[in-house]
């Protein structure tokens, strides 16, 4: 292309807004939030402005697996609905242009991680985006209908590297977190899938809905919250657990299994007789029962730097 | 009036142009922080190019 072509071509004019909407910035805020509770209850202090810079780049590094996700899945954002306005499938970017910044986004939130902070917070950032792009997004998201379990494992890893940057390492307390996220994904995301009518079957994804049918998904729904139940409330038993986080995750896993247990006993019919209600609230629930048990370590954290944990005896 | 005109191409990439710089100078001040904060929190420096350092001569007994 000559230089008057390139500069009368309008193709792959993005805006500022068409980047940021590269970084799906919603699913960024559960990263930041999770990171953030990881890095605060881990028992290494870190300087603020570090943790500033740490949680950003987990951030930015998130942002970018986001990238090389819409990179690669341009061909079925643009069959269905809900994605097709994304900057690739809208035109307003060429896929070039999405998989340069993903990368480049990469390399910088790992490599200034790792400077920031520790070498192994780097490198998990790292393998974290290698999970989301590679093995979820190319490898398994068009091949398996558990496709939302395994990428589930992608979006559960930031507390761990927000508790790697505090202590250089992994104990039990961040890989109960992480199974909590890991548990909590499908659950959230079936319940999802029951009442959004996606055309994941024209876009060529094996959704449970669409493999294994509604009925199925409604006991898969039910079973995670069964095993997610006993992980979340044990959380409560480990060092960044005590009595107000047993509390919380009591009541809140009591009321995610009864309404699973209410979604497991509807039909289709009486679903759409009431426009999935059951299942929507559901939905929306567990974005509060997961903001709840990590809320709640935030809390008891406060309480042990307060010394309100040891004056009733609790570790 | 201004002296110059600008090309459409400009006004076509003013936020992505904003959005750079934005970014550029926030990295900046990200390193500059960082250097400082390591600075502040790293062991003690001593500059005792052509002497013997004093923390590493043994102590000497005063004179009675």
């Known amino acids: 292309m000559s230089d008057i072509g390139y500069l009368e071509s309008k193709e792959g004019d993005a805006q500022l807004g068409d980047y940021i909407a590269l970084l799906k910035p919603r699913v960024m805020s559960l990263v930041v939030f999770t990171a953030f509770v990881g890095l605060v209850v881990a028992p290494v202090p870190v300087h603020p402005f570090v943790g500033f810079i740490a949680i950003l780049f987990i951030a930015l590094g998130g942002g970018a697996s986001a990238a090389l996700n819409m990179w690669y899945d341009a061909d079925i954002d643009k069959i269905m609905r809900r994605t097709a306005n994304r900057p690739i499938p809208a035109g307003r970017m060429t896929g070039g242009e999405a998989l340069g910044f993903g990368l480049g986004l990469s390399g910088i939130s790992c490599v200034m991680l790792a400077l920031a902070t520790n070498v192994f917070s780097g490198l998990f950032l790292a393998f974290t985006i290698f999970f989301y792009a590679v093995v979820y997004t190319i490898w398994l998201k068009r091949s398996t209908p558990q496709n939302i379990v395994i990428g589930g494992a992608a979006g559960a890893f930031p507390p761990m590297i927000g508790w790697a940057v505090a202590t250089g390492g992994i104990s039990v307390e961040p890989v109960a977190m992480f199974m909590l996220v890991f548990l909590w994904t499908p659950p959230h995301f079936w319940a999802l899938a029951l009442f959004m009518k996606e055309d994941y079957s024209n876009a060529g994804v094996p959704m449970l809905t669409v493999t294994h049918g509604r009925k199925s998904t409604r006991k898969h729904i039910f079973a995670y919250t069964l095993i997610l139940a006993p992980i979340a409330i044990g959380t409560g038993f480990t060092s960044i657990g005590g009595p107000v986080y047993l509390a919380v995750a009591l009541v809140l896993n009591l009321m995610f299994i009864q309404g699973a247990w209410r979604i497991l006993k509807r039909d289709e019919a009486a679903a759409q007789a009431d426009s999935y209600k059951v299942e929507k609230r559901v939905f929306y629930f567990s974005l509060l029962y997961l903001f709840g048990h990590f809320a709640a370590l935030l809390v008891e954290k406060c309480l042990d730097m307060m010394g309100v944990s040891q004056m009733f005896g609790w570790f | ?64």
């Open chain 2, 1 to 64: 009036m201004a002296i110059t005109k600008d090309h459409e191409l400009h006004k076509r990439r003013l936020t992505r142009n904003l959005g750079l710089g934005g970014a550029l100078i926030a990295f900046c001040v990200i390193v500059f922080g960082l250097t400082i904060v390591k600075v502040k929190n790293g062991s003690m420096m001593q500059g005792f190019d052509h002497e013997p350092r004093v923390s590493m001569t043994p102590a000497v007994e005063p004179v009675k």
